[in-house]
């Protein structure tokens, strides 16, 4: 398989936007946990933030609830303060979360950490829930939609998160769609084996 092929069918998935994250911890837990917030749409577009996910209402992990968080800053934020040093977006961020979580529930928090991270293509910038794959295949004679990209004797099958949603499970469901070509399609059954490109993939730190 051709580097240049595999370049071209994940160029086809769009542009991505970048978002600055952090993981905050709090000396006590909250007295009103939640699983996640989601800023409204209203104010998508000019709030600091997109959303805080409560890590302990995650099924398996070890945080009890209400006391380990991951907040997503908007986009909007994310590329004013894009080139800003890790340290200080931290500490915005920290206020941040501070400010969100008392005017959301009227608690204040004590933060025991706050890390920050920055992101360079962490969503797709023109994402669709409808959009489960890269591309139509270019072959005649496959479903339309299906994740398949043919180049003379070659087929591509590439997926990801911004194949499917922005959202961390979006990367999950475009494997299980992948999963399914290859189960569906009888063309497949005589490979030996599958190349997988992750040169776009960034290890989670959180």
């Not at 069918?9 to 994250?21: I, R």
């Not at 590329?79 to 800003?84: D, I, V």
């Not at 070659?154 to 499917?164: E, F, K, N, W, Y």
């Not at 999963?179 to 569906?184: H, N, P, T």
């Amino acid at each position: 398989v051709e580097t240049e092929e595999i370049l071209r069918l994940d160029m086809q998935a769009g542009p991505t936007s970048p978002a600055w994250v952090a993981m905050v911890e709090l000396a006590e837990p909250l007295q009103r946990p939640f699983g996640r917030l989601e800023a409204s749409p209203e104010t998508a577009e000019t709030a600091p933030w997109r959303s805080i996910v409560d890590q302990g209402s995650k099924p398996g992990r070890d945080e009890a609830p209400g006391t380990a968080f991951v907040l997503e800053a908007s986009e909007s934020w994310t590329r004013r303060h894009l080139e800003e040093d890790r340290d200080a977006v931290a500490e915005a961020l920290r206020s941040i979360f501070a400010e969100t979580i008392e005017h959301a529930f009227g608690e204040s928090v004590e933060i025991s950490t706050c890390a920050a991270r920055r992101w360079r293509y962490a969503r797709p910038a023109e994402r669709s829930e409808a959009r489960s794959t890269v591309s139509p295949s270019e072959s005649a004679g496959d479903a339309a939609g299906e994740p398949t990209w043919r180049s003379g004797s070659a087929s591509i099958l590439v997926g990801g998160d911004r194949c499917r949603t922005g959202h961390v499970e979006g990367a999950w469901l475009a494997g299980i769609d992948l999963a399914g070509v290859l189960l569906r399609d009888p063309k497949w059954s005589n490979r030996t084996a599958i190349a997988v490109d992750s040169s776009s993939a960034e290890p989670s730190l959180f």
